[in-house]
């Protein structure tokens, strides 16, 4: 069995670094970035994203965004163009759920299996191989590929049908972009009433108020370190198809368009490219005040 891996950016390299390292047979592409590394460690390079599909079984792809998606599996010289009868597509990006059912549904009429599997966790646990991963798709297809994801994360989850693994990305994201937007705003407003942020971080951390996002951003926050990590525009990428899915299904979802606009007014401020802990900024500049350790 042969694995195809399209996308070896941040997140698709070292993600493809350990499907090598657990033994399997890897062609790789990528349209702009080099593979050489990973062509030295065993894997065959690909041409293009048609030719990678020609040579693979499975197909796993981590791109930016839905046109990109739509570009490597739809358009000339993509993977459908190539794709064998029986095989199994896996997209890990973060994309609209209804472009992951739109890709599904051409790739069906070509008698090929789809699974999208985005993933939470960021590049460290991807180069772990301890990545948080939300599938949707149909159960057989997913039991049959399983054992492939469990090489890149430490929880695999079936959530639903084809679309439900995006849905899922997008709670995801929803939660942990309010959670550092509250984190932000509270420590704001104990730094101005003089009481060391670091103290109240020590003191509720094991509370209800305490979470993981709190745990991984505060000490980014009190550092004044704002070196991705998740970098904002990455973010805005994921609320604004948050905000597309949901008024879409008739769904408000106020908060959320609240922190796209404070995610705005960052990337205004020439911080797209800064983790998206960087929120608290947007507080500190409006309360004219800095929270640090
Ligand atoms: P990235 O930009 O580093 O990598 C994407 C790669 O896709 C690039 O190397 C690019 O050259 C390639 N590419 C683009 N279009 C292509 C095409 N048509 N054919 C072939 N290759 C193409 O992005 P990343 O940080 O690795 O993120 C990938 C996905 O994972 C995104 O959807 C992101 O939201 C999600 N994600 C990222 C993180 C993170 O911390 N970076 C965490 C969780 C999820």
């Given at each position: 069995m042969v694995i195809g891996f399209i996308g070896l950016g941040i997140m698709g390299r070292p993600m493809a670094k350990n499907l090598i390292g657990a033994g399997y047979k890897l062609v790789v592409y990528d349209k702009f970035a080099k593979f050489d590394d990973l062509v030295a460690l065993g894997a065959e390079g690909a041409v293009s994203?048609?030719?990678?599909a020609v040579r693979s079984d499975i197909i796993i792809t981590?791109?930016?965004?839905?046109?990109?998606?739509?570009e490597a599996i739809l358009g000339s010289g993509g993977v459908i163009e190539g794709v064998k009868?029986?095989?199994?597509?896996?997209?890990?990006?973060?994309?609209?759920p209804a472009v992951s059912q739109e890709v599904a549904a051409a790739l069906k009429a070509r008698d090929v299996n789809f699974i999208d599997a985005p993933v939470s966790g960021g590049e460290p646990k991807a180069v772990d191989g301890t990545l948080a991963i939300m599938a949707g798709g149909d159960p057989k297809t997913f039991g049959a590929v399983k054992p492939i994801l469990e090489k890149m994360g430490s929880s695999v989850?079936?959530?639903?049908?084809?679309?439900?693994g995006s849905v899922t990305k997008l709670a995801n994201q929803i939660i942990v972009a309010l959670n550092i937007a509250a984190v932000s705003e509270a420590f704001v407003l104990a730094t101005k009433a003089g009481v060391k942020p670091q103290s109240v971080f020590n003191a509720i951390k094991d509370g209800l108020a305490g979470s993981t996002v709190m745990n991984a951003k505060a000490p980014m926050i009190l550092d004044g370190n704002f070196k991705p990590g998740f970098r904002i525009e990455l973010h805005i990428k994921d609320l604004q198809n948050a905000l597309d899915t949901a008024h879409n299904l008739g769904v408000p979802v106020p908060?959320?368009?609240?922190?796209?606009?404070?995610?705005?007014a960052l990337r205004s401020d020439s911080l797209a490219s800064s983790d998206h802990s960087a929120i608290v900024r947007y507080y500190e500049k409006l309360a004219?005040?800095?929270?640090?350790a």
């Open positions: 994203n048609k030719d990678l981590m791109l930016p965004n839905s046109p990109h998606v739509k009868a029986g095989a199994t597509v896996i997209d890990m990006s973060s994309i609209a989850v079936l959530v639903g049908d084809v679309g439900a908060l959320t368009a609240g922190v796209m606009e404070i995610l705005q004219r005040i800095e929270v640090r």
